[in-house]
């Protein structure tokens, strides 16, 4: 591995992590002997292959995990890819909770980051389920109140229609709902998604 190869901005986001470092410093040196590049996306590591994504490297509070963005298409014949949650349709992740876990699954991480290089280079696409939006009384209420929001939400991408979908529906009382929809109604007239 070639230090010329580590984005300084990587180097940066791994001095600080409070927790993983190590584990993801290790995932870092494994996944930097593929011919992925380095670059910080999303304010995490991010490895593209001719400027796609192909892998990420995230830490989270319980564990640390390599998300391979388009897990869906791997192969994934040790079993070891997670699907995050049911509305994630082609990402898939393998979490890891120490170092000794990411040793020794060394050669089976090469293996599946040159797999998904593989799978790049082919054109595979992740053919995704166009499920339907399914919006709370409170958000249809909202929008048949005010034809400015409604036409404002209609404009913005599936992807960020989808977003306030699960936003506006996850919480069971209806005042939550009510007081998630009335927080982001600036954000959609702004023609912003629920993260931007």
């Known amino acids: 591995m070639n230090n010329s190869r580590m984005n300084p901005q990587v180097d940066l986001y791994l001095s600080k992590a409070k927790k993983w470092q190590e584990e993801c410093k290790k995932l870092r040196m494994i996944i930097l002997d593929s011919e992925l590049t380095?670059?910080?996306?999303?304010?995490?590591?991010?490895?593209?292959?001719?400027?796609?994504?192909?892998?990420?490297?995230?830490?989270?509070?319980?564990?640390?995990?390599?998300?391979?963005?388009?897990?869906?298409?791997?192969?994934?014949?040790?079993?070891?890819?997670?699907?995050?949650?049911?509305?994630?349709?082609?990402?898939?992740?393998?979490?890891?909770?120490?170092?000794?876990?990411?040793?020794?699954?060394?050669?089976?991480?090469?293996a599946y980051i040159n797999e998904a290089i593989e799978v790049e280079k082919s054109g595979l696409k992740v053919i995704k389920k166009n499920t339907e939006l399914i919006f709370p009384e409170e958000f249809k209420s909202k929008l048949d109140k005010n034809p400015a929001l409604k036409i404002a939400f209609g404009a913005l991408t599936p992807g960020r229609q989808r977003a306030y979908s699960l936003y506006f529906s996850a919480p069971k009382q209806s005042k939550t709902r009510e007081s998630r929809v009335e927080k982001c109604v600036k954000q959609i007239l702004n023609g912003k998604g629920l993260n931007d």
């Open 38 to 110: 380095e670059e910080l996306k999303w304010g995490v590591p991010c490895y593209t292959f001719q400027k796609s994504n192909i892998v990420l490297i995230h830490a989270f509070k319980e564990y640390c995990a390599m998300l391979f963005i388009k897990g869906a298409l791997l192969k994934d014949a040790k079993g070891i890819l997670i699907q995050q949650t049911e509305n994630v349709q082609a990402g898939r992740q393998i979490r890891f909770t120490s170092v000794r876990e990411i040793v020794k699954l060394d050669p089976i991480l090469k």
